[in-house]
């Protein structure tokens, strides 16, 4: 539970829980805490992974010239007396050239799985159809949109339609515990799509925007208990209420696997951004790199310097990250991949909350 409430100010400004409403009540408490949770929410997901990446490596600068400045130590000998720093040099040098072959090994890798016979695409092509097909049938509401947005707005308002009739109907069942649980059902899925839509509002068309407006929608909490109402008060319930929890039930899972396979499309997209980046980055890295090493054999560095920081200090410190800037590019967009698979890791009916029956 704790890691849902994290995801939801991570993602949204919207109140989703009781402490962000007590946060509205308090303005002083909301100001002082929203700029933490903007700057979470811009690390790990929302932000621009290059300029994330520009920002760490101006960090990690200003922390070295920091420690180098405060904890003295004669980098003067150290470049002309030792091998340390040509070493670690030579390290990092040799480990970018290894580690964007890896890379790029790996993502070839992946893209050959796409190399499959035309029956095969055919085949995908099909089964697309037909998942839209499924959808038009249930919703008959015209045909469904090819593009991500209008195609969740569609889903989006096919449950909220379903939903909506099963609160409405007219020969609806009589039992008063069974018409409790089906209301509150529907404010439920009525709430957390009203969060969904306001996240589509407040961003960008992107595929990254909304993919993560829906991590924490609870689809495999509503489907189990859109069947457990089912099963529980299948004696209570009209036809119509059983005709509606259907229907919601096929809507509910042809979102949660349509969300799953946009997924997949956003994982793949990240990854091809990360090649060309690191391909763009690494050759002027590693020709840079390649420079530090002759002058410091050669002994020839820049005298210009900033006041108070010694020249060797800060021209070792700048070539240091920038040898370390293919490392740095790659961390940043693992780190939104591994928090966009940590909370999509729901692709069945049953969830990882202990506090989910």
Same mark, same amino acid.
């Given at each position: 539970?704790?890691?849902?409430?994290?995801?939801?100010?991570?993602?949204?400004?919207?109140?989703?829980?009781?402490?962000?409403t007590?946060?509205?009540e308090?303005p002083s408490?909301?100001?002082?805490?929203?700029?933490?949770?903007?700057l979470v929410?811009?690390?790990?997901?929302?932000?621009?992974?290059?300029?994330?990446?520009l920002?760490?490596?101006?960090?990690?600068?200003?922390?070295?010239?920091?420690?180098g400045?405060?904890?003295e130590?004669?980098?003067? =000998?150290?470049?002309?007396?030792t =091998?340390?720093?040509?070493?670690?040099?030579?390290?990092?040098?040799?480990?970018?050239?290894l580690?964007?072959?890896?890379?790029?090994?790996?993502n070839?890798?992946?893209? %050959?799985?796409?190399? %499959?016979?035309?029956?095969?695409?055919?085949?995908?092509?099909?089964?697309?159809?037909?998942?839209?097909?499924?959808?038009?049938e249930?919703?008959?509401?015209?045909?469904?949109?090819?593009?991500?947005?209008p195609?969740?707005?569609?889903?989006?308002?096919?449950?909220?339609?379903e939903?909506?009739?099963?609160?409405?109907?007219?020969?609806?069942t009589?039992?008063?515990r069974?018409?409790?649980?089906?209301?509150?059902?529907v404010?439920d899925?009525?709430? =957390?799509?009203?969060l969904?839509?306001?996240?589509?509002?407040?961003?960008?068309?992107?595929?990254?925007?909304?993919?993560?407006?829906?991590?924490?929608?609870?689809?495999?909490?509503?489907?189990?208990?859109?069947?457990?109402?089912?099963?529980?008060?299948?004696?209570?319930?009209?036809?119509?209420?059983q005709?509606?929890?259907?229907?919601l039930?096929?809507?509910?899972?042809?979102?949660?696997?349509?969300?799953?396979?946009?997924?997949?499309?956003?994982?793949?997209?990240?990854?091809?951004?990360?090649?060309? %980046?690191?391909?763009?980055?690494?050759?002027?890295?590693?020709?840079?790199?390649?420079?530090?090493?002759?002058?410091?054999?050669?002994?020839?560095?820049?005298?210009?310097t900033?006041?108070?920081?010694?020249? =060797?200090?800060?021209?070792?410190n700048?070539?240091?990250?920038?040898?370390l800037?293919?490392?740095?590019?790659?961390?940043?967009?693992?780190?939104?991949?591994?928090?966009?698979?940590?909370?999509?890791?729901?692709?069945?009916?049953?969830?990882?909350?202990?506090?989910?029956?």
């Amino acid at each position: 539970m704790i890691e849902r409430i994290i995801l939801m100010f991570v993602i949204s400004n919207q109140p989703s829980d009781p402490d962000e409403t007590e946060a509205e009540e308090n303005p002083s408490e909301a100001t002082s805490r929203s700029p933490v949770i903007w700057l979470v929410r811009w690390v790990l997901l929302t932000g621009d992974r290059r300029v994330l990446a520009l920002f760490t490596e101006i960090v990690i600068l200003l922390t070295l010239l920091t420690v180098g400045t405060v904890w003295e130590f004669e980098m003067e =000998r150290l470049v002309t007396e030792t =091998r340390a720093v040509q070493t670690l040099f030579n390290t990092l040098l040799g480990g970018i050239i290894l580690f964007v072959s890896v890379v790029l090994s790996i993502n070839t890798a992946a893209l %050959a799985q796409e190399f %499959a016979p035309l029956q095969v695409k055919l085949a995908r092509i099909e089964d697309s159809i037909e998942f839209q097909i499924e959808l038009e049938e249930l919703v008959d509401d015209g045909i469904s949109p090819a593009g991500l947005q209008p195609f969740l707005q569609y889903v989006i308002r096919a449950i909220r339609s379903e939903a909506e009739s099963i609160r409405t109907i007219d020969d609806s069942t009589t039992d008063e515990r069974a018409r409790t649980d089906l209301l509150a059902l529907v404010d439920d899925i009525d709430t =957390r799509l009203s969060l969904i839509e306001d996240r589509i509002r407040q961003t960008e068309p992107r595929i990254s925007i909304l993919l993560l407006s829906t991590l924490d929608y609870p689809y495999a909490r509503h489907i189990n208990v859109t069947r457990r109402l089912k099963a529980t008060h299948k004696d209570a319930l009209t036809e119509s209420d059983q005709d509606s929890l259907a229907a919601l039930l096929r809507i509910l899972t042809i979102l949660a696997s349509g969300r799953e396979y946009f997924t997949t499309l956003y994982f793949k997209r990240e990854l091809r951004n990360l090649s060309s %980046a690191l391909l763009v980055l690494s050759l002027p890295v590693i020709v840079f790199t390649s420079y530090v090493l002759l002058a410091m054999d050669t002994g020839l560095f820049p005298q210009t310097t900033i006041p108070g920081i010694r020249s =060797r200090l800060l021209y070792v410190n700048v070539a240091f990250v920038i040898a370390l800037s293919p490392y740095v590019l790659l961390s940043s967009y693992m780190l939104r991949i591994l928090t966009v698979s940590k909370h999509s890791l729901e692709s069945t009916v049953f969830t990882l909350d202990s506090d989910v029956d």
